[in-house]
């Protein structure tokens, strides 16, 4: 069982660039979490997805972030027009169904220059 | 202007001795509480979780404690071990909500 998948592990974006953020979930997990940490500080929730299907997303920005979970492929976090402040560290989590019990990815790093 | 940082709270032990950290929870309607160990540079790794109809709760070294009265929460790590140390974040969920809320989050630093 490989875990949670995240990829690119470090991502550099120039300001005004895209991010694209991917997560594939543990096998047989349903449901995805998107998660970001400034430095020296706690995990802050950002969206909820199952596949297909956005559940919670009160944690989101309302402008240049969205993510989706489509029905085949990798959870997507989507930042456009980035700036210097969405500089932190990414990290997905998913759990099966009806269960707690999240594992988490190791996370993207992006700078954002 | 001067900057100010944040600071993680520390707790720097000797090894072998018995580690104690506390978390504070901002909801009285949480009702399942998560601690996890994140090292430098990785994800955060579940160490043990406590439902709120639980005061205690033991695992391999570790105890968490729960009291609702007073919203604390309490990771008791026993013989701690160099390779404890870490940041240790506490997380609660509230019922019908499938989202974590996470302490700011306590560096354990053991010496050898």
């Known amino acids: 069982n490989a875990g949670v998948m995240q990829n690119p592990r470090h991502l550099v974006r120039r300001r005004g660039q895209e991010a694209r953020l991917r997560c594939s979930p543990m096998k047989g997990h349903s449901h995805v979490y998107w998660y970001r940490q400034l430095p020296e500080e706690g995990l802050k929730f950002m969206v909820y997805l199952q596949k297909e299907n956005i559940i919670d997303e009160s944690g989101m920005p309302k402008e240049r972030f969205s993510a989706e979970f489509p029905k085949e492929g990798p959870s997507i976090l989507r930042i456009q027009q980035v700036v210097r402040g969405d500089s932190a560290a990414y990290f997905c989590a998913s759990s099966p169904a009806g269960r707690e019990g999240y594992t988490f990815g190791s996370g993207t790093r992006l700078t954002v220059v | 202007g001067e900057s100010v940082g944040l600071h993680l709270p520390t707790l720097s032990v000797q090894e072998g001795d018995n580690s104690i950290i506390n978390c504070a929870y901002s909801?009285?309607?949480?009702?399942?509480f998560i601690w996890y160990k994140q090292e430098s540079g990785k994800g955060p790794q579940f160490i043990i979780d406590?439902?709120?109809?639980?005061d205690k709760r033991q695992g391999q070294r570790v105890t968490v404690l729960l009291n609702k009265t007073v919203k604390h929460l309490s990771l008791q790590i026993a013989a701690t071990q160099p390779g404890d140390s870490a940041v240790y974040f506490c997380?609660?969920?509230?019922?019908?909500?499938?989202?974590?809320?996470f302490g700011k989050g306590t560096k354990l630093t053991v010496n050898p």
């Open positions: 909801n009285s309607a949480s009702d399942y």
């Open positions: 997380a609660e969920k509230q019922g019908g909500s499938e989202k974590l809320v």
């Open positions: 406590i439902r709120s109809n639980m």
